[in-house]
């Protein structure tokens, strides 16, 4: 038999963790987005020093990584609440968007 209540349960823990960090996530990637437009811009010009695209570089990085470590602190928080099986669903879901993502390109 099986339990429908710790289906429903995972739900609405996966929901809070997803809504507690979805404005964050928004943030970084919308700060990155900026970044990496800027960088675009400097590169297209050539017309600054090196240390100047140096330093866009590290500012656009960092946006990156900031929104990639909460995505993955997101998805760990997910998994742990998620029995073996809604693993795996989760994981497909994942593989399946970034295949798509790449088809997009």
Not at 36 to 42: P, Q
Not at 62 to 89: C, D, G, I, W
Request: net charge positive; hydrophobic share 30%.
């Amino acid at each position: 038999s099986r339990d429908w209540s710790s289906d429903v349960c995972s739900s609405d823990l996966i929901d809070q963790i997803y809504t507690s960090t979805k404005d964050e996530l928004t943030g970084y990637w919308d700060a990155f987005q900026r970044e990496n437009k800027e960088l675009d811009r400097l590169i297209s010009e050539s017309k600054v020093e090196q240390w100047v695209v140096l330093r866009q570089i590290e500012k656009t990085e960092a946006q990156r990584s900031n929104f990639n470590k909460l995505r993955m602190m997101t998805l760990y928080r997910m998994h742990r609440v998620l029995t073996p099986e809604q693993r795996t669903k989760l994981q497909e879901i994942l593989d399946r968007q970034r295949r798509d993502g790449r088809k997009q390109l």
